[in-house]
């Protein structure tokens, strides 16, 4: 993984929809726009049709991630915190490719979840073209997002082709279960708060060091309680 630190202008925003304030509206329906172009493109290959995206998929989220540079959004992850106690919670879409007995283990082990989806990067920004892994921020931005919820462990859907398990393990991820989706293999994949703290503090120092500066540039001065400084 080639290392890189945060100096060229990369920021990190998070939404919390239905609650953008008016000075991050164009920021958000620039991310709005870079999801839908990637998954309506991503969908269409899968179906090989032409595939009609529709907000509402973006809109059941809790809260959309995105890094910049600049102002260009070049990757976009979701995210929701869920209590799977609830039974109109357990019923969203997003575990229609869960088994359903893995489900019921799922509810009997973990109350509040933490999910992070539709993890996304622009097709000119993506490893194989910029070199660099922007993957690995989003991910590792997420987890400190968890790590300041209530929630006790971190849920995620894997795409094994792009590597995205990998990434996962890497932050203290374990594979829960295999899955076949959209002809993809995919991992479900767990991380629990001990676990992440303990992946944070054995990552690359320049990385790690990345991470945690876009992070802390990220909270507003007078929220100082959610300045990282202890991995």
């Not at 019923?91 to 082990?109: A, D, G, I, Q, T």
């Not at 933490?114 to 690995?136: M, Q, V, W």
């Not at 989003?138 to 006790?152: P, R, Y």
């Not at 790690?208 to 991995?231: A, D, F, G, R, Y």
């Amino acid at each position: 993984m080639r290392i890189h630190n945060d100096n060229l202008g990369l920021n990190f925003l998070t939404f919390e929809i239905g609650k953008v304030p008016s000075n991050l509206l164009s920021q958000y329906y620039d991310s709005y726009k870079l999801w839908k172009d990637i998954f309506t493109e991503t969908f269409s290959n899968i179906f090989s049709t032409d595939y009609k995206l529709y907000s509402d998929e973006f809109l059941l989220h809790k809260k959309v991630s995105t890094l910049f540079i600049t102002n260009n959004p070049i990757g976009i992850i979701c995210v929701s915190q869920v209590n799977l106690s609830s039974p109109i919670e357990i019923e969203r879409s997003y575990f229609k490719n869960y088994p359903p007995n893995f489900l019921e283990l799922l509810k009997n082990k973990y109350k509040n979840v933490f999910i992070i989806s539709n993890l996304a990067i622009d097709p000119e920004h993506r490893k194989s073209i910029s070199g660099k892994c922007y993957s690995t921020y989003l991910i590792g931005l997420s987890i400190l997002n968890f790590l300041f919820s209530e929630c006790c462990a971190l849920i995620t859907f894997t795409r094994n082709d792009r590597k995205t398990n990998d990434i996962v393990k890497s932050f203290g991820g374990r594979t829960l279960d295999k899955q076949i989706a959209y002809g993809i293999e995919s991992d479900i994949m767990c991380i629990e708060p001990n676990d992440a703290i303990s992946a944070l503090s054995h990552l690359n120092p320049i990385l790690k060091k990345s991470i945690i500066n876009l992070w802390n540039k990220s909270q507003p001065s007078k929220n100082e309680t959610k300045n990282i400084h202890w991995v």
